[in-house]
């Protein structure tokens, strides 16, 4: 079983940054793809940003040159350094984890991912 606790979520002005965290418990991430969803009022999760542990990270293009994830294996940690941030950036953002064979596997939609935090509020105001 893997536990994560999302942190770092808060209010910031349109063009400003933030940076998530989100901490993992009771299993190394080692072998663990990680992954950052968000959720929207009114609309469905969508993909984020994601970072196997072979090192290679994947974005959408709605965040890409913005966003940056990151992971620190010996920390259990995975961090979301967000950029440029708009308004349309405001939704709950969801850590996730799933459990992959392979380095450079990954996932961009949620129902392949097993572990999910409780989320954390970012809200960009204009």
């Known amino acids: 079983q893997v536990q994560l606790v999302e942190s770092g979520g808060g209010l910031v002005q349109a063009g400003g940054s933030l940076r998530l965290s989100c901490a993992a418990s009771?299993?190394?991430?080692?072998?663990?793809?990680m992954a950052w969803f968000r959720q929207a009022p009114g609309k469905e999760r969508e993909f984020v940003a994601a970072?196997?542990?072979?090192?290679?990270?994947y974005y959408p293009d709605s965040v890409k040159g913005r966003f940056t994830i990151s992971r620190d294996n010996a920390k259990n940690t995975v961090y979301l350094q967000m950029s440029t941030l708009k308004p349309e950036d405001t939704a709950v953002y969801y850590c996730?984890?799933?459990?992959?064979?392979?380095?450079?596997?990954?996932?961009?939609?949620?129902?392949?991912?097993?572990?999910w935090g409780q989320g954390t509020q970012v809200t960009v105001s204009s």
């Open positions: 996730a984890a799933a459990r992959v064979a392979s380095s450079s596997s990954y996932y961009y939609t949620e129902q392949q991912y097993g572990y």
């Open positions: 009771g299993r190394t991430l080692r072998t663990y793809v």
């Open positions: 970072a196997t542990w072979g090192g290679s990270t």
